[in-house]
């Protein structure tokens, strides 16, 4: 696997930061990508399934239709280029209706004369919801619960409305058989969030006067009734995922609730500017590799801002990017790179426009450059992207991310002791640092001014937080310091912690 892996980064080098020819299309694939061999694909997380490293993004012209624009034709194309991923989201009205109409030209409709069950399987289609809550009322400080303008409804809404939209009448109904493969809690802001999702999970209680939406979706995808909300036992999603733009601690947050697995896949911003922000690729995609989730790149142009839109909330036609790549950036380099990130599994990408001709169609373009191993870059490779790209817009194009933060001291440091069988035992716990534009390498523990312990960094995997303990021989008190490192050699340290004498 090694061998191959040296053989495809020379194979790719040429469309990298370092290629001649900003719009080159990737040596081994055809001229014409609807004549191309099968996309290069990757195992999706715990999921498994076999996802092509490009998806088709569900915004764009998907969304905002500029004139002239056929969105199912691009939908279609994408179905034929053998992309196998399909996004979506109930935010992103007209797109779930676009897809509709597709899938019935592709007999993708259960019921319908010439349904194709194997067409079906072979693709992972997913949708996302921005409610909170499968019961009672919404109107709680910090969540923002809504869909497609309008607040104040439940998630299960949500499903049937994608189901309706994509397989049924559009007015709700849709067939037997019809099913997702993922939904998404779309757009996580806020830990608040997080918690209302959660609400209710670890006891559903049908009479309870608030549910969240977790609990929901998992009767939904068992087939299970324990929230009440599935009277009819249905099974209509196969996987639950969420996504965020914004704080990669309430990404990972979100995880470390995540005590019994529900969570195949994280949607997570990230492009070649994300080291100048809060950075997802050394907080967020790590926690989640670390729990096998499928991971899943967007914001790969930052949105369009890496080229002609502003750096803002697209939300018409006119921040459609109809372009295909630029001299001064390929996009090319800024795909690889995203699809390099240690982790990442695909990266979903909206299309402007499609082409006959290959050097004007973004989505044949696109999908050429996702041609590539998860090692195809070299670091320096990455690098020299990284900083090609943090001079568009003076680096500020990641309107969508927070602020950069430094590497964090360890949170949360305490200290207590007990006595067992004649011995005093220190046990010290502390929550994760968080990292700067290098990645964390280990925690040191010192006490009384000299370190006692050294260990290598692993992710936070749950809200539990690290421990280290010791036997202790005297009665005298402690001084306590918890102190990170990361790959640039930085240290932060914890504010210290005194383990108290003993008296007995």
């Known amino acids: 696997m090694a061998t191959q892996n040296r053989m495809n980064r020379r194979k790719f080098a040429k469309t990298t930061v370092l290629a001649a020819a900003a719009t080159a299309i990737?040596?081994?694939f055809v001229t014409s990508l609807n004549k191309a061999p099968s996309s290069m694909k990757r195992k999706f997380g715990k999921i498994g399934f076999?996802?092509?490293?490009?998806?088709?993004?569900?915004?764009?012209?998907?969304?905002?239709?500029?004139?002239?624009?056929?969105?199912?034709?691009?939908?279609?194309k994408a179905f034929d280029l053998g992309i196998n991923y399909f996004d979506t989201s109930n935010l992103y009205d007209p797109s779930q209706a676009n897809f509709g109409k597709a899938f019935r030209i592709k007999n993708l409709i259960p019921g319908q004369s010439g349904y194709d069950e194997t067409l079906r399987h072979s693709i992972f289609l997913t949708t996302k919801t921005h409610l909170r809550y499968s019961k009672g009322n919404?109107?709680?400080?910090?969540?923002?619960?809504?869909?497609?303008?309008?607040?104040?409804?439940?998630?299960?809404?949500?499903?049937?409305?994608?189901?309706?939209?994509?397989?049924?009448?559009?007015?709700?109904?849709?067939?037997?058989?019809?099913y997702l493969d993922m939904v998404l809690f779309h757009n996580l802001n806020t830990r608040e969030e997080v918690d209302a999702i959660y609400e209710g999970l670890d006891n559903p209680d049908p009479n309870a006067e608030r549910i969240g939406a977790l609990a929901a979706l998992r009767d939904y995808r068992d087939g299970t009734n324990l929230t009440g909300l599935n009277s009819r036992n249905e099974k209509l999603i196969r996987h639950i995922g969420f996504s965020g733009h914004f704080d990669p601690s309430v990404n990972m947050y979100m995880i470390q609730r995540d005590h019994t697995n529900l969570l195949d896949a994280m949607l997570v911003a990230i492009n070649a500017n994300d080291k100048l922000m809060f950075n997802m690729q050394h907080n967020a995609i790590p926690l989640a590799a670390a729990k096998n989730m499928g991971i899943i790149a967007m914001k790969v142009f930052?949105?369009?801002?890496?080229?002609?839109?502003?750096?803002?909330?697209?939300?018409?036609?006119?921040?459609?990017?109809?372009?295909?790549?630029?001299?001064?950036?390929?996009?090319?380099?800024?795909?690889?790179?995203?699809?390099?990130?240690?982790?990442?599994?695909?990266?979903?990408?909206?299309?402007?426009?499609?082409?006959?001709?290959?050097?004007?169609?973004?989505?044949?373009?696109?999908?050429?450059?996702?041609?590539?191993?998860?090692?195809?870059?070299?670091?320096?490779?990455?690098?020299?992207?990284?900083?090609?790209?943090?001079?568009?817009?003076?680096?500020?194009?990641?309107?969508?991310?927070?602020?950069?933060?430094?590497?964090?001291?360890?949170k949360e440091v305490s200290v207590v002791q007990t006595r067992e069988n004649n011995l005093r035992n220190s046990k010290l716990?502390?929550?994760?640092?968080?990292?700067?534009?290098?990645?964390?390498?280990?925690?040191?523990?010192?006490?009384?001014?000299?370190?006692?312990?050294?260990?290598?960094?692993?992710?936070?995997?749950?809200?539990?937080?690290?421990?280290?303990?010791?036997?202790?021989?005297?009665?005298?008190?402690?001084?306590?310091?918890?102190?990170?490192?990361?790959?640039?050699?930085?240290?932060?340290?914890?504010?210290?912690?005194?383990?108290?004498?003993t008296v007995s």
């Open 138 to 178: 919404g109107e709680v400080k910090g969540v923002n619960n809504w869909t497609n303008g309008e607040s104040g409804t439940h998630t299960i809404d949500d499903l049937h409305r994608s189901l309706s939209l994509m397989f049924g009448d559009g007015k709700r109904s849709y067939p037997e058989g019809a």
């Open 50 to 76: 076999a996802v092509t490293t490009m998806g088709l993004g569900g915004q764009a012209s998907l969304q905002w239709t500029p004139e002239g624009v056929d969105p199912v034709k691009i939908i279609l």
């Open 302 to 410: 930052a949105d369009g801002a890496m080229y002609t839109k502003p750096a803002e909330w697209s939300n018409t036609p006119d921040h459609v990017v109809r372009t295909v790549s630029s001299p001064s950036l390929p996009s090319q380099s800024l795909i690889k790179y995203s699809l390099t990130t240690p982790g990442v599994h695909l990266a979903i990408i909206g299309i402007g426009q499609i082409s006959d001709k290959d050097e004007e169609c973004q989505l044949t373009h696109n999908l050429a450059a996702a041609q590539i191993q998860p090692d195809g870059l070299s670091e320096s490779e990455r690098t020299a992207i990284e900083e090609m790209a943090k001079k568009v817009k003076d680096g500020k194009t990641n309107y969508f991310q927070n602020a950069a933060l430094p590497l964090t001291a360890p």
């Open 429 to 501: 716990r502390w929550n994760t640092a968080y990292a700067g534009d290098a990645p964390i390498k280990k925690y040191e523990i010192w006490r009384d001014g000299a370190k006692i312990k050294e260990i290598q960094f692993t992710p936070q995997i749950t809200t539990d937080p690290f421990a280290y303990s010791e036997s202790l021989k005297d009665k005298t008190s402690h001084i306590y310091i918890v102190k990170v490192t990361d790959g640039k050699g930085r240290i932060a340290e914890s504010i210290p912690v005194i383990l108290e004498k």
């Open 26 to 28: 990737v040596p081994g």
